[in-house]
């Protein structure tokens, strides 16, 4: 979506009273109602029709449709276009549109629920850039780092990963249309802090870029059954990282 689309729009009798929130991202949509559960759209496409629409088309058997277009400052179309009506034919008959406004504030009772799960599908997107095909590793790992780390200390803590897997598992449940799993909170921070304790190599209790991307460097070197980090042979860099001397 054009950066002139994304973020948060209202629609309703007014900022506040809201009664439905879209927020858009690049490749995504969130639409959470005060009636009926909220739904999560990612889009395949997303291209330009005739009309002056952005079209956003999901993924499965149904691929549903979200044309979008702004009429002017702050104001938002959204037409959702019947299942057999052709791209360059919108609207087409059966098509329902609705229109949004941006809001001075976010109302905290409709976004908060939702913001971790907004969070990780913006750093989701930028990593589906940044580690696309034919990138270079250290500018994924790099990407991931800097998307991640909240307090800018260069490091990502179990706090700041664990946050990042609630809002995914929180996206992956919008967008199948079924609650998060009980205990997913939970299972999420033991992952984490599993991940940490193998390969934050200097326990700074944070994981850098570079341990992030010893860790690929160990795992070109292992066996697809793997194994814990702490079973892993030395690997180059890594008396380095821990601060060691290489020579010794
Ligand atoms: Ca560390």
Redesign the pocket.
Known sequence: MPEALRGAWFSGASCDTPDSMLFLTARGALRVADAGPPTMRRFVTVATVPGGWTLGTAGGAEAPRFALRSPGPDRLDLLEPAAKTRDDRLPGPGAVQSQWRRCPTIPPTMAAPYAEAIDSLVVLESLETACGAGAAVADCLGSLVARLDITGDG?LSVAELARFGRGAAQLAALQSGTPVPSGAADATLAAVRRLVDGL?????????QA?LAQDRAALGATPASGGSMATLPPVPGLEMLRGGSPAR
């Open positions: 490091g934050d190599y200097d326990g700074d209790g944070r994981l850098s341990e």
